[in-house]
């Protein structure tokens, strides 16, 4: 039977273990739990809007968030996840880097996910997981004939600025962890263009999935 690849999500393990979250046991335990399963491949995703890890390219979860006009009852899983990740990061411990070396030490491909056009929460203009270059700049909003759903509220790559910026945070991935592969989610969400827009917006992936290739290769020869 195939292997099973495993998707951790970027927020799953820091609101269920919270102030445990930099516990080097539970660290450990996390993967250890697959130790000896059919899982052959953990992809870990690293972002949303905003990073679960120190980030030079754009925002930690708990960078610029306004903590006095949050409900903290309603957003308790955000409060926990970003003060979890918060922890972490005060402590030095990159969990990332952690996790990938433990992923290697029982036989299990680590792999990284990075989400291209995340829009959780797109309804509140001033949602904490919303970073500012997302909420600083309207105008690369992809939908030009509507604004109802959240995927409408989706950033536009036919702009340079948008492609820049998730490039910026591609490049350190690559430059923070020793992954064996990575997969860029296009379909968290899946939207990237304005309606009519699609065959431009083609060419335009496939130049950025080209740079991606090449980025790839480059650190395939470095590591």
Do not use: C
Not at 90 to 97: R, T
Not at 160 to 182: C, M, Q, S, T, W
Request: hydrophobic share 35%.
């Amino acid at each position: 039977m195939a292997g099973i690849w495993l998707n951790e999500d970027n927020s799953h393990y820091f609101f269920k273990r919270g102030e445990k979250a930099s516990d080097p046991d539970y660290i450990r335990d996390f993967i250890m739990q697959y130790k000896d399963t059919n899982v052959e491949r953990m992809i870990l995703n690293g972002n949303s809007q905003k990073t679960s890890f120190r980030t030079n390219a754009g925002e930690a979860i708990y960078e610029n968030v306004s903590w006095e006009q949050i409900d903290m009852e309603k957003r308790h899983s955000f409060v926990t996840w970003s003060k979890a990740v918060k922890d972490l990061v005060e402590k030095g411990i990159d969990i990332y880097g952690e996790w990938i070396r433990l992923l290697r030490e029982i036989g299990i491909e680590p792999w990284m996910s990075m989400r291209m056009n995340d829009v959780h929460n797109a309804n509140d203009p001033d949602d904490p997981m919303h970073s500012l270059f997302y909420k600083n700049h309207l105008e690369y909003r992809r939908a030009m004939h509507r604004d109802e759903k959240w995927e409408d509220r989706q950033l536009n790559y036919l702009e340079e600025d948008v492609r820049r910026y998730h490039f910026a945070l591609l490049e350190e991935y690559f430059e923070k962890y020793d992954f064996d592969g990575i997969e860029l989610d296009w379909m968290r969400f899946g939207n990237h263009f304005p309606v009519g827009y699609e065959d431009a917006g083609r060419e335009i992936l496939t130049d950025f999935m080209g740079k991606a290739r090449e980025l790839a290769d480059r650190y395939e020869n470095i590591r």
